[in-house]
């Protein structure tokens, strides 16, 4: 009977998505490896404002599964209020990221977040943020990554290029 119920056990746990490698929560193939002098940055995606530059180190924001990535947000750079579907994992490697919660942004009720802090933000938490100098940050998530304004007005992919 014992080895039956252990049998059964590991039947249901391994059948579970942590152990059959489920996709969106994978370990990778293969050492990913990035040196400071060695990640490529490229111009920010369309649903951040101009100025942001991207560095992609593990996954892909646009496909379902886990993705890390870096921004570099140069001095004065802002983010209006915004949310995300799914948790939103930061690790402020350079600069302050000074972030605010709500549905208005107002740069007096942020909070600096210097160098080494991390926030990990639940779904749909609306925030906002203003960088002072030059940021760099470490973001991670699952995706498809989206960043969905309060005010659609924000959103920078309907204003004309």
Same mark, same amino acid.
């Given at each position: 009977?014992?080895?039956?119920?252990?049998?059964?056990?590991? !039947?249901?746990?391994? &059948?579970?998505?942590?152990?059959?490698?489920?996709?969106?929560?994978?370990?990778?193939?293969?050492?990913? !490896?990035?040196?400071?002098?060695?990640? &490529?940055?490229?111009?920010?995606? /369309?649903? #951040? /404002?101009?100025?942001?530059?991207?560095?992609? #180190?593990?996954?892909?924001?646009?496909?379902?599964?886990?993705?890390? %990535?870096? #921004?570099? +947000? /140069?001095?004065?750079?802002?983010?209006?209020?915004?949310?995300?579907? %799914?948790?939103?994992? +930061?690790?402020?490697?350079?600069?302050?990221?000074? !972030?605010?919660?709500?549905?208005?942004?107002?740069?007096?009720?942020?909070?600096?977040?210097?160098?080494?802090?991390?926030?990990?933000?639940?779904?749909?938490?609306?925030?906002?943020?203003? %960088?002072?100098?030059?940021?760099? +940050?470490? !973001?991670?998530?699952?995706?498809?990554?989206?960043?969905?304004?309060?005010?659609?007005?924000?959103?920078?992919?309907?204003?004309?290029?």
């Amino acid at each position: 009977m014992a080895q039956r119920i252990l049998f059964v056990m590991l !039947l249901v746990v391994s &059948a579970s998505p942590v152990c059959a490698g489920d996709a969106r929560h994978s370990v990778p193939a293969r050492w990913t !490896l990035f040196t400071s002098d060695t990640i &490529a940055w490229k111009d920010g995606p /369309p649903s #951040l /404002p101009p100025g942001a530059k991207i560095a992609i #180190l593990e996954g892909d924001p646009s496909k379902a599964g886990l993705f890390t %990535m870096r #921004l570099k +947000l /140069p001095d004065g750079y802002r983010v209006s209020p915004h949310w995300h579907p %799914m948790t939103e994992r +930061l690790t402020i490697i350079q600069g302050v990221v000074n !972030l605010g919660t709500g549905d208005r942004f107002d740069e007096r009720a942020t909070q600096p977040l210097g160098a080494g802090t991390y926030s990990a933000m639940p779904p749909r938490m609306t925030h906002f943020a203003w %960088m002072k100098g030059e940021t760099i +940050l470490q !973001l991670s998530s699952i995706g498809p990554w989206q960043v969905v304004y309060v005010d659609p007005a924000d959103d920078p992919r309907h204003h004309a290029k």
